[in-house]
């Protein structure tokens, strides 16, 4: 009674006045234990169970209220124990809970996604929860079997729209399946629902751009960029498309405010060497090619330009450093094999 009045810390005592030797201890435990969870005191009511289960440790109900509070507390692997246990002592159901479900869902979420579906797929479609039906669409995905994980994704966004977590997944299905269109249709359902999430718009970028829209990839990455301009995935992507069309003066004044922050990703000391090489400003480009060489000694892409830039420059030994380094990861590359022999002779 004082629980439902919220006078938690009356109800409190009064558990605390029941003493070991009771026939009422073991509940009193279990209230405790449920209250505290209720209040956020995990680890307070998980003593409180366990003392329990000491005492009493045949009692179903006391294994399922722990199940429950390791499943809340994401300690999937203890709550998959305990339930196992259930569903073996032959209750697959408790407190109106399927615990054949409970089961699938912690495995899935301990990642055991083999295992997790062979509970998952026992749940009619018709039974599931729209969280249930995401874990198991989502477990389908991470096996890498695309229909019916499509199938059920696209369930749950006909029953729920407003599930947003379904939309990228979906699309990830469907991009696997090849159906980029379906898949940027997917996403821009999402976006109606949820137009203030810079990762759907970023991925939905990411569609575009495989689609060869460039214009929607660069509106798209605005909207994200405008939602969350500290979201360095969603600036280097932007910048990577300036770069890839030749802006290359948008390229430095819109990563101005970025190469100066703590923990720069060296991609962008990539596309700024670029930019302000291709702009003749070669002082900066020389900086930035410097900041970048120890990130990318094993891109080709980066550095082939880069042995040219150092030649230019009269910079010799940087040039041979990505060379050397070149030569090793695109041995096949005669032009360049020959220029490194040349050099390696010339420093005899």
Do not use: C
Request: glycine share 4%; aromatic share 12%; charged share 25%.
């Amino acid at each position: 009674m004082l629980i439902d009045d919220n006078k938690n810390d009356e109800a409190l005592t009064l558990l605390s006045e029941v003493h070991q030797g009771s026939e009422a201890y073991v509940r009193s435990l279990m209230v405790a234990a449920d209250l505290y969870q209720t209040q956020g005191l995990f680890e307070v009511s998980e003593q409180k169970l366990l003392e329990a289960r000491r005492l009493a440790p045949d009692e179903p109900a006391i294994q399922f209220a722990l199940a429950e509070l390791y499943f809340v507390m994401r300690e999937f692997e203890k709550a998959i124990s305990l339930y196992l246990d259930l569903i073996k002592q032959g209750i697959p159901e408790f407190s109106s809970v399927n615990l054949v479900e409970r089961l699938g869902v912690a495995y899935a979420n301990a990642g055991r996604f083999e295992q997790a579906i062979g509970y998952l797929k026992q749940i009619h479609s018709g039974d599931m929860t729209p969280d249930v039906k995401f874990e198991t669409a989502f477990t389908y995905l991470q096996l890498k079997d695309y229909k019916p994980a499509i199938s059920l994704f696209e369930e749950l966004k006909e029953s729920d729209p407003q599930y947003t977590s379904l939309y990228p997944y979906l699309g990830q299905a469907l991009v696997a399946e090849n159906r980029l269109e379906d898949a940027l249709k997917a996403l821009q359902e999402g976006l109606g629902v949820d137009q203030y999430n810079e990762k759907l718009w970023s991925y939905a970028a990411d569609i575009a751009a495989r689609l060869e829209n460039e214009s929607l990839t660069e509106t798209y990455l605005k909207k994200g960029h405008d939602l969350n301009p500290d979201d360095l995935d969603i600036v280097i992507k932007l910048s990577n498309l300036y770069v890839k069309q030749e802006r290359f003066q948008e390229t430095v004044d819109f990563l101005a405010d970025y190469v100066g922050q703590d923990n720069v990703d060296p991609q962008l000391y990539w596309n700024l060497a670029v930019s302000y090489a291709r702009l003749e400003k070669y002082e900066q480009a020389d900086r930035y090619y410097q900041a970048a060489v120890p990130y990318f000694m094993d891109q080709a892409d980066f550095l082939k330009p880069a042995v040219y830039f150092f030649r230019e420059m009269g910079e010799h030994e940087p040039m041979m450093k990505v060379l050397k380094a070149y030569v090793k990861v695109v041995p096949d590359d005669m032009e360049m094999a020959e220029m490194l022999e040349n050099e390696q002779e010339n420093d005899f």
